[in-house]
Each structure stands twice: as C-alpha cells, then as structure tokens.
C-alpha cells in the first residue's frame, strides 16, 4: 500500500508556472506507475499526465502537451508535475494517483490509490 500527499498549489496569473509534488510513503514506490488527474468544480476527473515505473515512458492528455511535464524521483519516492504557460482552465484541484505494475494508463479507476489533492487556480 502506499500514501500519497500532494502540494505546490496556489493562485497564479495566466501564462504563470507551478511545479506540483507529490511525496509517496509506503513501500516500493518504483513498482507503481503513477498519474496527475484533475477536477474542477461540477466535473469528473479527467486525466492529465501519467509515467511509468522506471521513467522510461509518459502520457499526457491533448490539451497540456507542450506545457506540462511529469516525472519522478524513485530516490526521493515523488512523483512531479511541472505546469508551464497555465491557462484559466487548469483551473481545478489536482490529484496523484498510484497504480501497482508496469502498465501505463490514462483511465482514472485503474489506479487504486490517491491524495487528498492541491487546489490550482489561474487567474485571466
């Protein structure tokens, strides 16, 4: 099992930059992919960007290619988002999520564990 507690959230202007954390506890945090999801307020989480276990491969939803990148420190048991060129429809409170294995996914009920999440709001 593993714990998982986002931070780096915050208010920032459009065009702005936030890199979101994600610290992992627990065991064997390189057997996990893990993922960045998204919800915004009267909507379901969406993903956002994934990584596999040994770094080697990354997914990332059309609308943040180009502006986010994910990756992980296995040393460190974190996993990172680095938001760049933020837009007013990031808007949301973003999630890490941690699936058991090797599989890379974007489909939100494949991961079985998840933090409380880190509210991001960008201004217009």
């Known amino acids: 099992q593993v714990q998982l507690v986002e931070s780096g959230g915050g208010l920032v202007q459009a065009g702005g930059s936030l890199r979101l954390s994600c610290a992992a506890s627990?065991?064997?945090?390189?057997?996990?992919?893990m993922g960045w999801f998204r919800q915004a307020p009267g909507k379901e989480r969406e993903f956002v960007a994934a990584i596999s276990l040994s770094v080697t491969r990354t997914a990332y939803t059309d609308s943040v290619k180009g502006r986010f990148t994910i990756s992980r420190d296995n040393t460190k048991n974190t996993v990172y988002l680095q938001m760049n060129s933020l837009k007013p429809e990031d808007t949301a409170v973003y999630h890490c999520g941690a699936r058991l294995g090797a599989v890379l996914t974007t489909n939100v009920g494949s991961y079985a564990y998840w933090g409380q999440g880190t509210q991001v709001t960008v201004s217009s």
């Open positions: 627990g065991r064997s945090f390189s057997s996990y992919a």
